[in-house]
């Protein structure tokens, strides 16, 4: 049984890793399980400046999962790299930075500072939140935007760069493409979808940003058709999140076409997943006599040709 | 923090609208269990996918028993109210930052369900050896837990709409003590209790507690979703109800 999966020059030891921002910076799980089990570990976005993120109420329950609104609160750069990155650098040996500029110089910058630093191997661009006024979601929805961020930031980080995309466009491979076209090495689909909950109650938005991003095994269906879609349209690896809340749920992503997968919000609901996940995984491997995970990649379009 | 199996070993409706649960946990983790600090239950029902806060009323060494009491309010709530003695419900616990237990005259202030922590707080501070008077406040019958009454000797009780106690606000309760005959000032209740009460204690010398509740998706620090905003050291921060609280200084927090 091996789990083992590449993703661009890194060779994850299994295909799990936390979707940022449901997982801190690790700390906060570190007292239930040991985070080197993990294929690698994915930080909360950091921002060039620190930023105090949106008003509450930030966070809901809707039918199946959940929606929120922070905002990218984090402390920036600089204190991350100063007080926080020593800290983290250890805890698995493969550390993924997420980053989110309000401009195209702020990824700049990021990356340039990014490429210092040994102990980060790859680069997560955030070209995805839904709840930030400024970048975000903008840029990934925004195709000129998204290969202008995606090749500036390729000319300066020569380690593995990811792009996660965001589902709120009509068609997501256009983006996918453009994203491998400026020089992507994998892509992460997707981020949270944007939506709404309103209190009928107050007769007012639920949230104190009004409106915020879904997650949760509700979205699940989307993403992984936008897997799917993707694995045809682009030859780079992808990462596959939303909803992964069992083992079943991430097999539909690797057999749609995903390489390795991110849990997101089901870290919140049952921290100790991820390591119970990875064991579950390998289990399944062997029950099913299946060489390696990465033999699963995909799977689901062989299948429709032999139809 | 564990993620643990509890036993349920009661769950009963007090009132209309509050019930009882109480929980047998492993032992070993109830010394860790303080005023204050909650814990996460997962509450198996179909549409429901995040765990719920609840603070802890109480805590038994002897009996390895934990004691909610449960405010019935929407979907989670409702859904926990059916669970059954004998049925094992996942845990996520001791979370947050509790009550600064201190030694001398204690008052604590309690609106609707914010009595739960205060219930546990005030038991540990009589343990302790310490004073307690306590001011509880509720909307009506619904919101009163009669065992309450009977756990303290120094307790006032004051209902909205004729019920129980006198009729009045935690506000007439404030208004009528020698706020300054006490050492400290605990508070747990809704906003609109906190922010009533805010400018009588504003000038009070003592330490001032308040224990906030939020929306929340994971209680240990991750989501950055329950944060309120505290103004300390100059500066307005928004600090997480679930590990920074919620258990805050009340003067600092902006409500």
């Given amino acids: ?65 959940m929606i929120n609104s ?21 805890l698995n040996d493969i550390l993924i930075l997420n980053i989110a500029g309000e401009s195209v110089e702020e990824f700049e910058y990021l990356a340039r500072e990014a490429q210092r630093f040994d102990e980060i191997k790859a680069l997560e661009l955030n070209v995805s939140c839904p709840n930030v006024s400024k970048g975000g979601i903008a840029f990934g929805t925004d195709l000129e935007a998204l290969k202008q961020i995606v090749s500036s930031v390729r000319k300066i980080y020569s380690k593995t760069l990811i792009v996660k995309l965001t589902p709120n466009v009509t068609d997501i491979t256009v983006y996918a493409k453009a994203a491998e076209n400026a020089g992507a090495d994998a892509l992460t689909l997707i981020n949270t979808f944007s939506g709404m909950v309103i209190d009928v109650k107050s007769k007012k938005p639920v949230l104190g940003n009004k409106h915020g991003g879904v997650s949760g095994p509700a979205i699940r269906p989307m993403a992984v058709k936008m897997v799917y879609d993707c694995f045809k349209a682009v030859s780079i690896p992808l990462i596959g999140v939303g909803g992964i809340d069992s083992k079943e749920a991430a097999l539909e992503f690797f057999l749609a076409g995903a390489t390795a997968i991110q849990v997101g919000s089901q870290n ?14 390998g289990e399944y491997l062997r029950e099913e006599n299946i060489e390696g995970i990465a033999k699963l990649t995909g799977l689901a379009h062989r299948r429709e040709e032999n139809v | 923090m564990q993620d643990l199996k509890g036993l349920v070993v009661e769950n009963i409706p007090l009132t209309k609208e509050i019930y009882k649960l109480q929980i047998s946990v492993p032992e070993e983790i109830l010394p860790e ?82 009595i739960a922590p205060l219930n546990f707080l005030a038991r540990e501070i009589i343990k302790k050896g310490g004073e307690i008077s306590i001011i509880y406040g509720v909307k009506n019958e619904a919101m009163f837990i009669p065992e309450i009454t009977k756990n303290f000797k120094n307790i006032e009780v004051y209902s909205e709409i004729p019920g129980p106690g006198k009729k009045g606000l935690v506000l ?24 009533a009460a805010k400018p009588y204690l504003q000038n009070f010398s003592g330490l001032v507690e308040v224990s906030l509740e939020s929306y929340m998706a994971c209680g240990f620090g991750a989501c950055l979703g329950c944060v309120v905003k505290v103004f300390s050291n100059n500066e307005i921060e928004y600090k997480k109800v679930c590990k920074d609280g919620p258990v805050f200084n009340f003067k600092e927090v902006v409500l």
């Avoid at chain 1, 922070?70 to 250890?90: C, H, S, T």
């Avoid at chain 2, 509450?43 to 603070?55: D, H, N, Q, T």
């Avoid at chain 2, 007439?172 to 508070?187: E, T, V």
Wanted: proline share 7%.
């Fill in chain 1, 1 to 65: 049984m091996n789990l083992e999966v590449k993703i661009d020059e890194l060779t994850l030891k299994n295909p799990v890793m936390p979707a940022s921002g449901t997982f801190g910076f690790g700390l906060e799980f570190k007292d239930i399980f040991d985070l080197k089990n993990l294929g690698a570990l994915v930080v909360k976005t950091i921002t060039k400046n620190p930023r105090l993120g949106n008003r509450p109420p930030r966070v809901y329950e809707v039918s199946c999962g």
């Fill in chain 1, 70 to 90: 922070i905002g990218l609160a984090n402390p920036g750069w600089d204190y991350f790299r100063e007080k926080i990155l020593p800290q983290i650098k250890d």
């Fill in chain 1, 268 to 281: 919140f609901v049952e921290p100790g997943f991820m390591p119970r996940l990875i064991r579950e995984l």
């Fill in chain 2, 33 to 114: 269990i303080i005023p204050g600090s909650f814990a996460m239950l997962k509450i198996e029902a179909k549409g429901v996918f995040l765990r719920r806060p609840f603070s802890f009323a109480d805590v038994d060494l002897k009996t390895g028993l934990v004691t909610f009491y449960i405010k019935l309010v929407g979907k989670g709530t409702g859904a926990l109210r059916e669970i059954h003695p004998g049925q094992e419900i996942s845990m996520l616990l001791p979370l947050g930052r509790g009550f600064t237990v201190m030694p001398g005259k204690s008052l604590l202030v309690a609106g609707g369900i914010g």
């Fill in chain 2, 172 to 195: 007439d309760g404030l208004k009528a003590k020698d706020i300054n005959s006490y050492d400290q000032i605990y508070l747990c209740g809704p906003n609109v209790m906190l922010q």
